[in-house]
């Protein structure tokens, strides 16, 4: 499913317009976007959670050459699925 397809559906379960509902999930992926950006957790019960992590400097492998290369340290969105969610996906 693309995000126009969730709006068509959104629009069809609450009788709101699709660009209302565009919209709405529009701020929706933006808040959570920010607040996980400035380090913050987004948590919905039922749903699951999203959060940073953070990846440690580490050394690799080029494949190529076979050259030892240092990656540096990076911070990553992560979600977590809720309970109910999980069991939905696993019934």
């Known amino acids: 499913m693309n995000k126009q397809q969730l709006v068509d559906k959104m629009a069809l379960a609450t009788g709101l317009s699709k660009a209302d509902c565009a919209r709405a999930l529009s701020a929706f992926t933006d808040t959570v976007i920010n607040t996980v950006a400035d380090g913050g957790k987004v948590e919905l019960v039922g749903f699951g959670s999203f959060s940073q992590t953070e990846r440690s400097a580490r050394t690799g492998r080029n494949p190529q050459t076979g050259a030892t ?19 939905k996906v696993n019934k």
């Open 69 to 87: 290369i240092n990656i540096a340290a990076a911070k990553l969105p992560k979600f977590k699925a809720g309970k109910a969610f999980k069991d």
